[in-house]
């Protein structure tokens, strides 16, 4: 009886942990093939049956990339550069502007603030392929095609609605007593705001930041779409360069996809321990 009790209570989740096994490997299953690809010989990459295990293990992809055939850097440190700069400097847009708005919306009786608040709302349905058309007449007649700025004028005003939303959802959630009590302490509304309510929300701040990096590191329609010259491309779209007319260089391409990952990761990595102690952080004294 015992026996037959331990089993029905260890059968479901002996059939989670199968089911997870099941899903982390279909999850695993590009990266894994990604990450062989990028040892291997164009022959071995493109032969039929897939050999799934490089039969002649190279680093010639992954050199490739860095350097051309005669020992040159190529353009790919240039994309890499530039995909930096546009990431970096969006994410910092973002972030600042949203809070602000974020705070301003949640803190402050405005007329019209609902109005506000719906209409950023109503701005996060439109996709931003949707709106690319006008996006691209709009930043073609300010004169800012074909260049950086232009890009990550575009990247935020299209992420902005979306922090601003989630920085007003954590200012709200925050007692208006802590500002309060830091005013009664001789603390002007700004210092109040930048010693007490900003670091109780930096969880918040670290969320707008990461997605919006992720999802500018990697965005490719805007990019292709409002950059032309080399010199300006990104990563997103130096990858499809690696597609010819008369071949595609699936190695190259599995190689470079690896390296532009690592910066990802590594800001993944750094978020979860913030993530970590930002939950642990003090807040009253």
């Known amino acids: 009886m015992r026996a037959s009790f331990r089993v029905r209570r260890w059968l479901p989740r002996f059939g989670k942990g199968i089911l997870a096994v099941v899903v982390l490997l279909i ?3 590009p990266v894994a093939w990604l990450l062989l690809a990028a040892f291997k010989t164009t022959a ?3 032969r039929i049956p897939i ?14 990339v860095w350097l051309n055939p005669a020992g040159y850097s190529t353009d790919w440190i240039r994309f890499f550069l530039n995909t930096l700069i546009v990431a970096v400097a969006t994410t910092a847009a973002v972030v600042v502007l949203g809070t ?7 803190r402050f009786k405005l007329r019209g603030s ?6 950023l709302l109503v701005a996060q349905l439109f996709t931003g392929p949707a709106l ?3 996006t691209y007449v709009v930043i073609t007649a300010i004169g800012l095609y074909n260049t950086l700025t232009g890009l990550v004028l575009a990247y935020i005003i299209f992420q902005t609605p979306f922090a601003c939303w989630l920085s007003y959802s954590y200012f709200q959630n925050l007692p208006v007593e802590l500002e309060e009590a830091a005013s009664v302490d001789g603390c002007t509304p ?6 007490v309510t900003l670091p109780l929300t930096r969880i918040g701040a670290v969320t ?5 990096f992720l999802l500018t590191w990697s965005e490719y329609p805007f990019a292709v779409a409002l950059l032309e010259n080399k010199h300006v491309l990104t990563v997103s779209v130096g990858l499809a360069q690696f597609i010819t007319a008369f071949n595609i260089y699936w190695n190259q391409m599995a190689a470079a996809s690896l390296f532009t990952a690592i910066p990802v990761l590594l800001l993944l990595v750094f978020a979860q321990r913030y993530f970590v102690k930002g939950l642990t952080a003090g807040a009253l004294k």
Do not use: C, E, K
């Open 100 to 106: 602000i708005v974020g705070y301003g919306l949640a």
């Open 27 to 29: 999850v695993l299953f």
């Open 114 to 119: 609902g109005f506000i608040l719906f209409s």
């Open 132 to 134: 690319m058309i006008p």
């Open 190 to 195: 700004w210092r109040a705001f930048l010693l």
């Open 44 to 46: 071995d990459v493109q």
């Open 208 to 212: 707008i930041g990461l997605m919006t």
């Open 51 to 64: 050999a799934w295990l490089p039969p002649h293990p190279t680093l010639r992809p992954i050199i490739d």
